[in-house]
């Protein structure tokens, strides 16, 4: 079963940065997908960043590209999102989430996955981490 444990959010001023770390257990964290995603009360969940099992293959959501970045330590079975300029709007919990690349259809792209989450039977989702942004 995987599992995860977000960690590293809490309580920032606006502008201030974050890093949130996504830590894997129960399975081979390198032959997945992981993508950060966030829902803000009242608000739809939000895809913000996914990794695929390449480091270098990355998508950013229109709303953070420049600001956060994401990346992986497969020795450490470990994803971290980096982010910077964070905004009162941002506030949200936010979770990891992984799938086997091509999802479902084993013809999904990233970018596929980090708007609609995980679809295939060995997708999963973490408990989340808060993130709150406030002056």
């Known amino acids: 079963q995987l599992k995860f444990a977000e960690s590293g959010g809490g309580l920032v001023q606006p502008g201030e940065s974050l890093r949130l770390s996504c830590a894997a257990s129960?399975?081979?964290?390198?032959?997945?997908?992981i993508g950060w995603f966030r829902q803000a009360p009242g608000k739809e969940r939000e895809g913000i960043s996914c990794i695929g099992t390449s480091a270098s293959n990355t998508f950013y959501a229109d709303s953070v590209k420049g600001r956060f970045t994401i990346s992986r330590d497969n020795a450490k079975s470990t994803v971290y999102l980096q982010m910077v300029g964070l905004e009162t709007e941002e506030t949200a919990v936010y979770f990891c989430a992984a799938d086997l690349p091509g999802g479902n259809s084993r013809s999904r792209q990233l970018s596929a996955f980090c708007k609609n989450g995980p679809d295939s039977d060995f997708g999963s989702w973490g408990q989340g981490t808060q993130v709150t942004v406030s002056s």
């Open positions: 129960g399975f081979t964290m390198d032959y997945y997908e």
